[in-house]
């Protein structure tokens, strides 16, 4: 597998120059001295330690997995050492609040740093991956003794953390859960049921391990208004921050997976462990979902990951691979046959990684300044604004740039011919890693529900315009702004552009209307909603890349923005067309989705 | 895993009512008693065949995978067994020249027999399907002698065939190899060199294995007009049919990759391996294409196996999983929730993978009519033009067919939610064997150049105009003889095909005319060519299917035609306007794909 390099020109590019994240930074409620310069090291520090450390292990670790023995979960060779090297290293406590031990850094800087992580490491970076989530749980609906208990240690990360929701019999419908908690009478509850694929639920990386378990209190209501939130810790807090006592939750199995072997997803049981409610009794899924928004669109930045790592893969062989001449001529003379990439269906699947990877990384880096917002700014009402703003990104992050993760990387198999399926090359790897990104976290159908339903149609169309129009705006500026004879691919991915963006709302009033009579023209027109809406938001990313990039022109570092702005041209081309057809799906409408009687799938 | 059963209805359907195959059986050169009845008869076999013998060893075999010991390669349990009964039950022997043990039956009928044999064990199955090219080789390009000498052993199935070609350095491109081949001097060659990604290359299910081996002369002209086609049996041929001395072609290794692990990929070596040359001196490799040509079909319908396979997966489990309650209203008011088939979004993954396997099962069963007259057809003119309509056929139904089998397997995936990443469920497994289709027998990209390149452009357009105007006269004939009052769905998806028959002319122009000043137009459209292509053809496949079964609306049989009306609907609606998509990125030319300078891909 080629050697791994963090694009970390592409991340200071979008810090400083598209995003202006600096602009943000010095509005939030948090570490007042930081900029962009500081930042700059984080990313060279995170880089090396991504590409030393963790990218040697990733082949490693899918063939040695995790083990389980006796109950104790031994993971791939070399995962510890790094997980040491990563805590020495202050890595797990970027955001963490400054008085428990943190740096207090806004939430950007670390969603980029899991993101090299994960290219470099996925099964690895799921490890402090969850952590964050059970850090922003607590941080959220902790009490101050519970605070105190947990943060500084997974703060320091001397301890992990997970989330454990799904049970054999339910995942998407939480409301059929089992496991239950009773009050010991002491303030604490003892739970008892099983939970399965608990990603980082059993490993031998920390000390100890932080489950944030959703449970059933003895009077709850039906359905999902009745579950509760607990931290059940492996071993119980202790004195002054070492373990204490061992508590009731073991690990049952490990799950034999497709992919991600190297992180200990495990089957946990519940054995009158001790537990502790977090926030209110029957609250618990609005509390989880905290650490759901979190998780969301880190699972986003792993469709990021995985084009990314799938393209470096793809473009080294496609640089050293001799096979065939050229149709427009012999490019290397010398040599038995020309280089693949001078084949342009090659360098379609090339482009196509990296227009996923490279509009992936600015979504998700866009939406990342609300999530700096939505946790430290100032004013409520610019923290209600940013989270409003947030939850309709979310789900497009989430479900629009893993299902194209999954496809950058069978393109990186495709680019490798026959070596792609054989694992000595680590293409197939990424692949099946990939999958379990459209999966959990809620899969791909949840995402777009969650999008049309709760943040398009109970929302109004209010972030739906408010996003259009600023898109439409800013493709008009650019479309009246540029010179047709010097940039008319400039002109025509504006016009186009523009076009999506109104199309946009039409499509979801049209959605609405026939709704009115048809409930399940949502469901059917959701996925391709989604669709349509991440290929907007993913060319307005690169109209916003290309225009900077072409500002650069008298740069020193004038490859780098020219790169930038001939992927953007491939993107509006070859990639954008896809949301008309989406648009085509979802007007014709729900009938054909429907009409089939349930009996006739089994025939 | 549920349990596997061939939709041998489907097979029939097709066979008797959309494509009359009686008609043309009547007029081959090949068994004339064969008649449907006896075709029913055979099907039905098959299917009992693949279902109990093959289908339960699906799963293990991937688990266990062949193993390498001491030169020998052992299969996983079961396998031996199932072979052994296979070639008892003279399954092998279907297509097989009469004289010389085989039942001379039409070559669709043992496609079709290969279609079920994939679906229910596709690492299984490739050991007989490689066999089948090694005796199309040897019945066109063998003499006497060698046809005795090993096409009745191999239409018995005691030995198997193998296709050498790919070498470490060069796959694709295989003027590059380097296996070269010198004369004995008693009219036998002494081979030498290394093979890779060898299917079904070494292992115990036959007594003898015979290698179809591309290598070198020594006065060999440079590149693929000068490779030569061997016989190179692992033992030679001796007395009245058992094997003789062992030749010097050994297993060096097997290849560890994503799927397929039942079947025996091999590393190849040749060590003054006695080779038999086949037909002219440096013509092996047209002689090859008669091989290449057998087993891109075949590899064809490894994509509608996968999405069969995977569909009926995701249909079993959709059916009894319960999560969520309906959005149009309570469906299983007795249970805790719905069952997931009730959502509309599972629905149109199931019907995509529906459509995939449908449509995808009409078009090799509409090409295997060309295929019957081509090997059994009376005069040379039928042959000829049979050949040339299976030659435009090809690239299309092993390039589409195959990307579409993987898209339908991952959706598999995705109907299980974070159950189908687990193997237990066979999910991903379907996923992950599915993916060989798109590389072995030449690569989507190859696919795509050769229908674009060779069989539209070189061909004069002459099989597109013919095969498109076979369409859009179809379409208006049906649009026409359509009631709008009755078939409002029907009248539009006509209408929708009528356009794109046209527009695929038009596109396949325009390519054309801008090839004669950049000829990397050619290989800038051409996957999205062989996608649009794709998708015309099967929707014809669909039209037809839909007007016959709209025909049988009175049959006792009625849910089986509606149920294909519905599917055929869903594909319109749904899947067709991908077409158009694909028409955008073509006439978008080359010019994103071609200016990135090939030192950007590694910046």
Redo the contacts between chains.
Sequence with gaps: MPDFRVPVEDYKFLFRHVFKMDENYSKLNCDNDFSLDLLDTILDEAAKFSENELAPLYQSGDEEGCVLEDGVVTTPKGFKEAYSKFIEGGWTSLTGDVELGGQGLPSSVSLVVNEMLTTANWAWAMYPGLSEGAVATLESHGTDAQKNDYLPRLIDGRWSGTMCL?EP?????L??MKTNAKPNGDGSFSVNGTKI?ISAGEHDLTENIVHIVLAKLPDAPKGTKGLSLFIIPKYLPGESGEVGKRNGVYCGSI?????IHGNGTALLNFDNAKGFLIGQPHDGLSAMFTYMNVARIGTASQGVAAAERSYQGA??Y??ER???R????VKNPDG??D?I???????????TQRAIAEGGRAMIMHASEYADTYRNGISTNERDQAEQKLGFFTPILKGFITELG?EAA?LG??VF????????WGM?QI??DS??A???EG???IQ??DLIGRKVLLDKFKQLKLFSNEIAKSSFKNLLATSVRINI?GIKASAKLLKLALKWRYIALRIALRAKT???E???A??DFLMYSGYVYMGYMFMKMSQVANNFSGDTNI??Y??KV??A??F???IL??A??HA??IL?????????P?E????
Tied chains: 1, 2.
């Design positions: 799904t019999h339910c995942g998407t419908d409301g059929q694929f799950e034999k997976k497709m992919g473009s080294t496609a640089l001799l096979a065939m050229s149709l427009s001529g038995p046959a280089k990439v001078e084949h342009p269906d090659v360098r379609r699947m090339l482009l999954v069978n198999i495709q011919g026959g070596h792609g399926y054989i694992k000595e197939e692949f099946r999958k379990i459209t999966l959990y899969t791909t159908g777009a529900l691919k048809d409930r399940d949502v469901g059917s959701s996925v490859d780098f020219k790169n001939l992927t041209n491939f509006f081309d070859k067309p896809r008309d057809m085509s799906s014709s409408g729900s009938q054909s989705v429907m009409a089939m349930n006739y799938f089994s025939q």
